[in-house]
């Protein structure tokens, strides 16, 4: 079992940034695909970004690619959410999650077994 914490969320004004971070403990990190997922208020979860187990593999929603970026550090247990570019629409709390499914960058929900407790990121307008 994998044990994630999310941090680095905050109030922020449309147009500038954030960086995300989800460290892991439990057991060992190169083991498991990340994602980030997002919910905003009276909305479904919905997919962001993932990455596999190597990082070699990244895949993004279509909406975010060029304004987020998600990145691992294996070494220090850590999966990171780089966002660029804020809008109010982005306001939501995001979750990391793991998925010991296979060395994918998986899209949906359903393929992760473990999740945090989420941070609120809020952008201003």
């Known amino acids: 079992q994998v044990q994630l914490v999310e941090s680095g969320g905050g109030l922020v004004q449309a147009g500038g940034s954030l960086r995300l971070s989800c460290a892991a403990s439990?057991?060992?990190?190169?083991?498991?695909?990340m994602g980030w997922f997002r919910q905003a208020p009276g909305k479904e979860r919905e997919f962001v970004a993932a990455?596999?187990?190597?990082?070699?593999?990244?895949y993004y929603l279509d909406s975010l690619k060029g304004r987020f970026v998600i990145s691992r550090d294996n070494a220090g247990n850590t999966v990171y959410l780089q966002m660029n570019s804020l809008k109010p629409e982005d306001t939501a709390v995001y979750y990391c999650?793991?998925?010991?499914?296979?060395?994918?960058?998986?899209?949906?929900?359903?393929?992760?077994?473990?999740w945090g407790q989420g941070t609120q990121v809020t952008v201003s307008s």
């Open positions: 999650a793991a998925s010991t499914g296979g060395d994918y960058a998986f899209l949906v929900d359903y393929e992760y077994d473990y």
């Open positions: 439990g057991r060992t990190f190169s083991n498991y695909a």
């Open positions: 990455i596999n187990r190597n990082g070699g593999s990244t």
